[in-house]
């Protein structure tokens, strides 16, 4: 399947959502137009395009200027090896809904996005820390975030 055939489906689905401005090295990147609009996308690329794999889940602090994470998600189609990447925008502080009932591999992706930035996953079965200890305040991946010294510098 095409690009140009992904978008055409992708119109007739979902009209909100749209070819993002912006590809990720290449690969078709589309943008939901809303939380709302995610999970069903998801279900859908997943069930009717065949992306089957979720490749990874990651977010981008655009707070500074304009308070907002944009989060990135991206599928492949093992067989045929396409990729696609689906872009959402989440105002700080962030909460999306969860991948967890079409992706479980979504579980722990969430969890370090959670971790790292603070967005968090409505629907998560078990959203708390990952990589970082419980006494850390903050999300060191956040461009805000100060390191206080610890036991481990």
Do not use: N
């Given at each position: 399947?095409?690009?140009?055939e992904?978008?055409?489906?992708?119109?007739?689905?979902?009209?909100?959502?749209?070819?993002?401005?912006t590809q990720?090295?290449?690969?078709?990147?589309?943008?939901?137009a809303?939380?709302?609009d995610?999970?069903?996308?998801?279900?859908?690329?997943k069930?009717?395009?065949?992306?089957d794999?979720?490749?990874?889940?990651?977010?981008?602090?655009?707070?500074?200027?304009r308070?907002?994470?944009?989060?990135?998600?991206?599928?492949?189609?093992?067989?045929?090896?396409?990729?696609?990447?689906?872009?959402?925008?989440?105002?700080d502080p962030?909460?999306v809904?969860?991948?967890?009932?079409?992706?479980?591999?979504?579980?722990w992706?969430?969890r370090?996005?959670f971790?790292?930035?603070?967005?968090?996953?409505?629907?998560?079965p078990?959203?708390?820390?990952?990589?970082?200890p419980?006494?850390?305040?903050?999300h060191?991946?956040r461009?805000d975030?100060?390191?206080a010294k610890d036991?481990f510098?």
């Amino acid at each position: 399947m095409t690009d140009d055939e992904v978008l055409a489906k992708l119109a007739a689905t979902f009209p909100k959502a749209d070819k993002a401005e912006t590809q990720i090295k290449g690969i078709l990147t589309l943008r939901a137009a809303s939380g709302d609009d995610l999970v069903a996308l998801a279900r859908w690329l997943k069930d009717k395009l065949g992306f089957d794999y979720l490749d990874m889940i990651t977010a981008v602090d655009h707070v500074a200027e304009r308070k907002a994470f944009e989060l990135v998600y991206c599928f492949t189609q093992l067989p045929a090896g396409q990729r696609v990447a689906l872009k959402l925008e989440t105002p700080d502080p962030g909460s999306v809904p969860s991948l967890t009932a079409v992706f479980p591999s979504a579980d722990w992706q969430e969890r370090e996005v959670f971790d790292l930035f603070g967005v968090r996953f409505q629907g998560h079965p078990d959203l708390r820390k990952i990589l970082t200890p419980d006494f850390l305040e903050g999300h060191p991946l956040r461009k805000d975030y100060v390191h206080a010294k610890d036991r481990f510098d």
